[in-house]
């Protein structure tokens, strides 16, 4: 299998391209010219300029490629403007699937997110089957997620899978991004949040469900990438006691953890500086469903890593990181642990 990665730099590529070169394939590795490239290159795994921003250098990328992983859809900053953000998310990706096409592509796994799963009405965990019928009216980032989805479930030259993962944890999330609130909780801080439903889900679990999508013969066209459901106020706590640190703050209502986030986007705009409470992480925790991702946990070879486990591999990668400070929270090491059941 002929393959390119495009995203191979960010926290997902990183664990996918491990999962492909494990299985004995080297993808081609697209990049940006000013993207971090280290972890690719220590890996030595091939890489060619492919910039959403510039759909000329998509071609030689695509180029004798079998399966195109697309991983680089749009992922907006901040909050506001949604229909400049979703606009910006079509043109790149509509500059995707036309280069696909015109290179032969057989089959295209785009990675959405599990933004775009709809909370039942009978208040059932959800399935692939629940989606939204339009836009959600959330924010920008649900509305790019949800827009891409409908563009790339409509293609018609090619064979396209939506892969949609949940709340990525484990190593080589070097943005510190779905793992701000972990880093918060290890260096003994209360991070604001809203209460809501949170589905962890071990990045390198999910680097090999989209090998699985793009080998096996006719999979699912949409597929949920992610652990069982827990309430985050409770993942909160849990590490907390992990790390020896302060409970967490109470819950934030929906309401003001939107205006609490709308707040600090506006005032780090344009600095260096992050959100102690980013918009989109607000909006998936306020809305986000209760999931039954049996279908996708049955991707992954041996079954789905269990959450302590997980959670090792990131204290690890984020010890070596500097991003928890030596000493703190060290524990005694674990018993391994059995698998979790999967809702």
């Not at 081609?28 to 290159?41: E, K, M």
């Not at 880093?183 to 889900?201: K, M, R």
């Not at 302060?246 to 819950?251: F, G, L, Y």
Request: charged share 25%; with cysteine; glycine share 8%.
């Amino acid at each position: 299998m002929r393959s390119t990665v495009l995203g191979a730099a960010g926290f997902i590529g990183i664990n996918l391209v491990d999962a492909l070169v494990a299985e004995g394939l080297t993808p081609r590795c697209g990049r940006r010219r000013r993207t971090n490239v280290i972890p690719l290159r220590r890996r030595g795994v091939p890489l060619v300029e492919a910039d959403l921003d510039a759909p000329e250098t998509l071609a030689a990328a695509f180029a004798d490629t079998d399966v195109v992983f697309h991983l680089a859809g749009h992922y907006p900053r901040h909050g506001r403007a949604p229909e400049e953000t979703v606009a910006r998310a079509l043109r790149e990706l509509r500059a995707v699937l036309d280069a696909a096409a015109a290179a032969g592509v057989r089959r295209l796994v785009f990675v959405s997110s599990t933004a775009t799963a709809a909370k039942r009405a009978d208040g059932r965990p959800s399935t692939e089957a629940d989606v939204f019928p339009a836009d959600p009216g959330v924010g920008a980032y649900h509305a790019a997620k949800w827009a891409m989805e409908r563009l790339a479930l409509a293609e018609d030259r090619l064979d396209v899978v939506v892969a949609c993962p949940g709340a990525c944890l484990g190593p080589w999330d070097l943005r510190v991004g779905t793992s701000a609130l972990l880093v918060a909780v290890a260096n003994g801080l209360a991070p604001p949040h809203p209460d809501g439903w949170v589905s962890p889900v071990d990045a390198r679990d999910v680097g090999r469900a989209l090998v699985r999508l793009a080998q096996v013969p006719a999979p699912p066209r949409r597929v949920l990438l992610a652990g069982p459901s827990l309430r985050l106020q409770a993942l909160l706590e849990r590490l907390a006691a992990r790390y020896g640190a302060p409970p967490p703050a109470p819950a934030l209502s929906a309401a003001a953890a939107v205006a609490f986030a709308d707040a600090e986007e506006a005032r780090v705009a344009g600095t260096p500086h992050r959100a102690a409470l980013a918009r989109e992480i607000a909006d998936l925790v306020i809305h986000g469903a209760e999931l039954d991702a049996r279908l996708g946990a049955g991707l992954v070879p041996g079954g789905l890593t269990p959450l302590p486990d997980t959670l090792d591999a990131f204290d690890a990668f984020a010890r070596r990181m500097r991003f928890i400070p030596p000493g703190r929270g060290d524990a005694a090491p674990r018993q391994p642990t059995s698998p979790e059941p999967v809702r």
